[in-house]
């Protein structure tokens, strides 16, 4: 069961876009949001410190891109990056860091942190992520690898607090508040959708509502494209998707279930097991 925390949020320069230092209560460490301009000019004492950073970035066509990187004194790595984007040496361009940094972190614990954060980042897949390697055989007790698994917990916690869902799969279940104000996960329904296509056969898909919006489940069929209800930006968002042989093979956030269905399908419903649609089942829980 999961319960609620405290995070201090402090705008070093009174602006939100920058310089902000976010700490969870009862937590020795702390995260540092910084944009990339003003990095050169920061003389604060925690950024020179061991620690894991993110950087985000936005490709050309739209894509958000992460680099996730270690080092014993961040702040020199950041510049490092600085000058290696100025030798085009690097091809990327962050425009925003965020760092963690914590009370003992050594070269093999920001070790070990970079290489889950690039694992869960990667299989999250809501960003593309530019590190290309990380070190794979950190030897550690057992009581430190719990430890950082806690660090790893809190900075999933304060990264999205920050913005950046770039550790939270698409597919997180709600949580509902309950009269204790703990917080337990909502029951799950998970919902159908179908429709016969003329000339290809039955087209069927499974997705679920979680606290950003509605998410098509991997493994859905995907109608062809020639579909005149759908619109042009849900074509763009297929061109975008990994389908192979019309299966889906990630899971797919939308901001609704209708664009949801559009994607799959075009105009229809979602129903659950029962075959209740929905809106139906929404109308019965605002009741």
């Known amino acids: 069961m999961a319960y609620g925390k405290s995070i201090e949020l402090f705008l070093v320069n009174g602006t939100a876009d920058s310089l902000t230092i976010a700490e969870l209560s009862n937590w020795n460490g702390k995260a540092i949001k910084i944009p990339r301009i003003e990095v050169s000019s920061c003389y604060r004492e925690d950024i020179a410190q061991a620690g894991v950073y993110f950087l985000f970035c936005k490709e050309d066509d739209g894509t958000d891109s992460v680099y996730i990187g270690e080092a014993e004194n961040v702040k ?150 020639d579909d005149e209800t759908i619109s042009a930006g849900i074509k763009e968002k297929r061109n975008k998707a990994n389908i192979v042989e019309g299966i889906l093979q990630e899971d797919v956030l939308f901001s609704s279930p209708s664009g949801a269905a559009m994607f799959v399908v075009g105009l229809t419903s979602w129903k659950n097991a029962d075959g209740i649609t929905l809106k139906d089942i929404e109308s019965d829980e605002t009741k």
């Open 76 to 225: 020199e790595r950041l510049l490092q990056h600085l000058r290696d984007y100025q030798a085009e040496k690097e091809k990327y361009y962050w425009t925003t860091a965020v760092i963690f940094i914590g009370r003992d972190l050594n070269k093999a614990l920001i070790r070990y942190l970079e290489n889950r954060f690039v694992d869960i980042a990667r299989q999250c897949k809501r960003y593309l992520v530019l590190t290309k390697n990380t070190y794979r055989n950190t030897v550690m007790k057992e009581s430190q690898i719990a430890v950082m698994e806690e660090f790893i917990d809190n900075v999933r916690i304060l990264i999205s607090v920050l913005g950046y869902k770039v550790l939270e799969p698409v597919n997180k279940p709600a949580t509902i508040e309950e009269n204790d104000g703990n917080e337990i996960e909502k029951e799950e329904i998970k919902l159908h959708l179908e429709r016969t296509v003329k000339g290809i056969g039955k087209i069927e898909a499974d997705g679920i509502r979680t606290s950003e919006g509605f998410v098509v489940l991997n493994g859905s069929h995907i109608a062809p494209e």
